[in-house]
Every structure is written in C-alpha cells, then in structure tokens.
C-alpha cells in the first residue's frame, strides 16, 4: 500500500459563526475517503461524516460538489 499525499485536498469554508471543512485523503488501509466537518466557531464540538469511496475520482466529485453548496448557500472559502 502506497499513500498519494500530492493527492490529498482539504477545502474550509466560513459564513457568520458557522464553519465547515471538507477532506479528501486514504486512511489507514489506503481507502480513498471524503471527511466533512460542520458547526458553531464557538463550539469545541461539531459534526462529522466520513464516506469512504471506490476510487480517488468519486471521492473528487464530493468534494466538489460540496464546494459548490457551500458557495450557494453563502459561505466563504478561506
């Protein structure tokens, strides 16, 4: 098993209090798997789905998928 660190992306993204962060990495067996984070900037906690996906490509499409509702629905990247 070999990691493909050039690969890995992670996008975050803010509006007013609120936060939300999106990943693009392989965990500990090489899987491909898109982690999405969102919450209060405040809180010390949020919430969390991870999707494990077949190929790198699928996992991509997430990812920008989810950049484009972050920007309809007002957030900003930074």
Do not use: P
């Not at 899987?31 to 405040?42: C, D, I, K, T």
């Not at 699928?58 to 629905?73: D, H, N, S």
């Amino acid at each position: 098993m070999e990691y493909q660190l050039d690969k890995w992306k992670r996008q975050d993204w803010r509006k007013n209090s609120r936060h939300y962060s999106c990943e693009v990495r392989q965990n500990l067996f090489g899987q491909w798997v898109v982690l999405r984070r969102w919450g209060r900037m405040s809180a010390m906690r949020g919430q969390c789905i991870e999707v494990v996906c077949d190929r790198y490509e699928q996992g991509l499409g997430i990812f920008e998928a989810v950049g484009k509702r972050r920007a309809k629905r007002g957030y900003r990247a930074w």
